[in-house]
């Protein structure tokens, strides 16, 4: 009776052990939920007001604020909604964003844009480079932050052209997929309001030369 009291004992203990580590695992699992589920919900609401400063003059020379409202949140929630279902459909809808943010952007600055506007004196309202490359930068990020940019990475700015090299320097808004392939998304070819290229970088890289950037 010893032996068989014992044995029993044994196996209820063993049971115990088994239902404690099954509890610990369970709050570990729980515990690793909650976190995933509240970093996934750590994302700023699509619709929450933002104001950016739109760089212009050349070089950010000039700086107006523009503020997206609710409604362009939703706008931009609807537009990047397009392209949920894989990384180009994604890079067809920031294309649209874009688009409208320009238009928004002109609105704040109250000048349209001419295309391809090299550095020179300051103007009030016209965009170098390096005011577009900042602008689209700010407005990935803004989208990014809310959860609507789910295929790619908002990279840094990249630039091309040091004039030695026959090119002008020439900066553009990066970003990037979980693979490694990067994408420009290059406004300064066309008028405000006019839809980016968006290129593969290594493309983009090469591009360009005095007189017909």
């Known amino acids: 009776m010893s032996h068989q009291h014992n044995r029993t004992r044994t196996i209820v203990g063993q049971i115990t052990v088994g239902l404690a580590v099954l509890a610990l695992f369970a709050g570990y699992v729980f515990t690793v939920s909650l ?8 994302a700023t609401p699509a619709t929450k007001p933002k104001t950016i400063q739109i760089c212009h003059g050349y070089g950010c020379a000039f700086r107006s604020r523009l503020t997206l409202t609710a409604a362009d949140g939703a706008r931009f929630r609807s537009i990047m909604a397009a ?44 965009m170098d480079c390096v ?20 295929f790619h990475k908002v990279e840094r700015n990249v630039s091309r052209g040091y004039f030695l090299d026959k090119r002008y320097p020439h900066f553009s808004a990066l970003i990037s997929e979980p693979s ?19 290129m593969p ?12 950037e």
Not at 35 to 42: D, P, Q
């Open 35 to 42: 976190s995933w589920i509240s970093t996934a919900s750590a």
């Open 180 to 198: 490694g392939t990067k994408w420009v998304v290059d406004s300064w070819y066309k008028p405000m309001g006019g839809a980016p290229d968006i």
């Open 131 to 150: 005011d577009e490359a900042t602008n689209t930068r700010n407005l990935l990020l803004y989208l990014k932050e809310r959860g609507l940019i789910r």
């Open 83 to 126: 392209g949920s279902g894989s990384a180009r459909a994604e890079r067809a809808a920031l294309s649209r964003a874009v688009v409208y943010y320009e238009g928004r952007a002109g609105q704040a600055t109250g000048f349209k844009d001419r295309a391809k506007t090299q550095v020179g004196k300051p103007e009030r309202g016209q």
């Open 201 to 212: 970088y290594d493309q983009w890289k090469v591009r360009g030369q005095l007189g017909t």
